[in-house]
Every structure is written in structure tokens, then in C-alpha cells.
């Protein structure tokens, strides 16, 4: 495995409302699980607002989870209430609809929910694995149509253990798992959606790497058609034998000047390339383009409080929920992890969601109303006044 030296990075490092990431240990797998606290620029650039509540279910006797994911024609919300089953809504489903059950083999809870070609889903939950597997711990998968009907049986990821760190993208038929397991390699999982059936591939990360005996976290996961770029640690960040490794479809460098970054607030394929945007522990974010072949392209540099990242985030927007009980809020951030606005309460909701629609984010979340209601509202956030 070839080095990639980044000595400049170690330097520097001692418009509209986009999409939101998954990351983080389930549940839930959304960005807020892992991030350090947003760095807050007291001249916010933005104000957000909620819309009116928009009701798709009511009287549930019992909600654990939520999740809810946006496609280009579709929109579906599932709620996990009992072990071994969880239940989907369609929103065009009328005021008062009772959810759609569906079996999920050994579910313990909601783990992720991806729109993908526009209008069909891959559900996933967590739990323990069906008869038939060695495994103790497994993911199960279903494919979900734009009326939340299921399309497939459910597709079983064997886990060697119990899941650490994760990140989950969607590009195409494809939802991809990047995931650590105490005792285990890292492992990406490729799910890809047949006309009616998940087929289901896994490939161990860190060639010529022994991380069996090393604590190992995720830090980034790229997708973009069929290319994916998966950013790890093995080892503690503090400890010199340590390291942050780069695997892609095609190869494996060791990043060397990444090694205490924190999170990395946006990772994307970007004109053939892999912009990063990384924070560190005492020092802004940095900005860097490293080549598939593991080199680094143009400049880098520390993003400055205040101004916009460079491209391909100067206009991006990422949500996370926040809080907990029944003080959740919604918090929009820019490319750099700065927060935008000022915070938007999710009133009376325990447990909520957000995902993309067009130029603004949509929650989804449970609150008590006589007996358990789900609702929606629209944010949007414009420059401020």
C-alpha cells in the first residue's frame, strides 16, 4: 500500500438548502451520531422556517424509530414499532391511513432507509440474524415501491459482531454500507435493486492492514455511479502506529496528514476527483482534492469562518436532528459544519427524521396526540434579512 503524503494539509491543520448525510453508529444513522459540535458563526447567514404540519398517520399504539426518504416522484416514511417488523407510509396515503406492515426478520430497530432510481426504496433494519445463519448479528434489507409496498424478500447481510462506526450512500439501483465491527476488517456492503430482488456483495477493506485487534472507525464514505471511496481509521487517533487509510474500487493509500481529523464534513466524487472538507480537534477546516490514483490536486487550504467553502460545497447544506425527549430541533450546517440559522424546534416530537425535497428539508417525526400521530413539515431556510 503506498503512502500519500500530505505535508501541506498538517500545516495548515497544527443557495439553496441541499441534502443530508447518513453517518454514524445505528440508530440512527443520520450525521448528528458522530459529528462534533457545529462550530457556531454568530453572524448567521440564513433564517429557516418550518411549515404547517402535514398529519399521514394516526393512533399508533407505539413508536420506537422514524425514518423518511425523499425520491424524485415519491416519498416514504417508515416507523418501527415491534421487534421483527416495522411499518412504510406513502405520502400521498390519506389523513387517518393505517401504515403498511412489513416483516423484517430479526429487527431490533430501524438502521437506514435510501430512496434510489428515483422512486423505489431500500429499508434496512438491525437485529439478529433468521434461522439458517451462523451469523448472531445481521442487517436485513427490503425493496420498497413508491407505494411503500414491498417489492422483494428480504436480502441478510451477516455481521461478524456487533457494528461500530457506519456510513450508508445511494447512487443509482445501489445503496452502499460502510461499517467497522470490533474484532473484524472494515467492510463495505454493495446492495443493488433488481426488478424484484436485492442482491447483496461485501468486500473486506484494508489490504495488507491486520485492524483485528484495532479499534476501527469510518470517516467518509463517497459514492458516484458505480465508484465509491471509503476514508477509515485503525488505530487510536492519538496513538503514532496509527492510521487513516483510503480504499477505493481501485487501490489503497495510507493518508497520512489526515490523521486527527475528527469527522470529515463533506467527502464527495467531484470532476474525477475526491474533495474533502476535514476538521480537526484546534484548527478550522481544511480543503483538499485527492486524485483516485492518491495524489493530491491543487491547493489546500483552511476554509475561513464566515465564507463559503469551495466547490463542489460552496452552496451545500446538510440537516441533523438534535436534542433529545421532547426538545428535538432541526439544525441546517454548510459544507464546512458551520451551522447556517438559528435552530428550528420539531414541537412535541420524541423522535424525528429529515431528508432532502428539492431546495428544502423535510422532517418526519412522532409526537402524542391522544394516542401516537406521525407528521411532516417542510423547512426551508433564505438568506437573511
Not at 76 to 100: F, H, K, M, Y
Not at 152 to 167: D, F, M, N, W, Y
Not at 263 to 271: G, K, N, P, R
Amino acid at each position: 500500500m503506498r503512502r500519500l503524503a500530505l505535508g501541506s494539509i498538517a500545516a495548515i491543520a497544527i443557495a439553496a438548502c441541499g441534502g443530508e448525510e447518513r453517518q454514524g453508529a445505528p440508530p440512527p444513522p443520520r450525521e448528528a451520531t458522530t459529528s462534533p459540535a457545529p462550530r457556531h458563526d454568530p453572524r448567521f447567514v440564513a433564517s429557516c422556517r418550518a411549515s404547517e404540519p402535514t398529519r399521514f398517520a394516526s393512533g399508533l399504539p407505539r413508536v420506537r424509530g422514524v425514518a423518511i426518504a425523499v425520491g424524485d416522484t415519491s416519498q416514504t416514511i417508515v416507523v418501527d414499532g415491534d421487534a421483527g417488523a416495522i411499518s412504510a407510509i406513502a405520502s400521498r396515503v390519506v389523513e387517518g391511513a393505517t401504515p403498511q406492515p412489513i416483516a423484517m426478520p430479526g429487527s431490533e430497530g430501524l438502521f437506514a432507509l435510501e430512496a434510489i432510481d428515483g422512486e423505489r426504496f431500500v429499508v434496512i433494519t438491525r437485529g439478529a440474524c433468521p434461522e439458517g445463519h451462523q451469523a448472531t448479528h445481521c442487517l436485513a434489507a427490503r425493496l420498497l415501491g413508491p407505494d411503500a409496498g414491498v417489492r422483494s424478500e428480504p436480502a441478510i447481510i451477516e455481521l461478524p459482531g456487533a457494528l461500530r462506526t457506519v456510513r450508508v450512500g445511494a447512487s443509482g439501483e445501489t445503496v452502499w454500507i460502510a461499517r467497522t465491527t470490533a474484532g473484524a476488517q472494515p467492510a463495505l456492503d454493495r446492495i443493488v435493486a433488481g426488478e424484484g430482488s436485492l442482491e447483496v456483495t461485501t468486500r473486506e477493506l484494508g489490504e495488507g492492514i491486520d485492524a483485528r485487534e484495532q479499534a476501527t472507525e469510518i470517516l467518509g464514505l463517497a459514492v458516484s455511479g458505480g465508484s465509491w471511496a471509503v476514508l477509515w481509521r485503525h488505530g487510536a487517533a492519538e496513538d503514532a502506529t496509527s492510521g487513516v487509510v483510503l480504499s477505493t474500487q481501485l487501490d489503497e493509500h495510507d493518508v497520512e496528514a489526515l490523521h486527527e481529523a475528527l469527522v470529515l464534513e463533506s467527502f464527495q466524487w467531484y470532476a474525477g476527483a475526491l474533495s474533502v472538507i476535514a476538521a480537526f480537534e484546534f484548527a478550522r477546516p481544511i480543503f483538499v482534492r485527492i486524485g483516485a490514483d492518491g495524489e493530491v490536486r491543487g491547493d489546500v487550504r483552511a476554509v475561513p469562518p464566515g465564507e463559503a467553502p469551495p466547490q463542489p460545497f460552496a452552496t451545500r447544506r446538510t440537516a441533523a436532528i438534535v436534542g433529545s425527549g421532547e426538545r428535538l430541533e432541526l439544525e441546517v450546517r454548510d459544507g464546512a459544519g458551520d451551522a447556517i440559522a438559528p435552530r428550528v424546534a420539531i414541537e412535541g416530537a420524541f423522535v424525528a427524521d429529515v431528508a432532502r425535497r428539492g431546495d428544502s428539508f423535510v422532517v418526519a417525526y412522532v409526537r402524542r396526540d391522544g394516542g401516537l400521530v406521525i407528521e411532516t413539515r417542510d423547512v426551508t431556510c433564505a438568506a437573511a434579512r
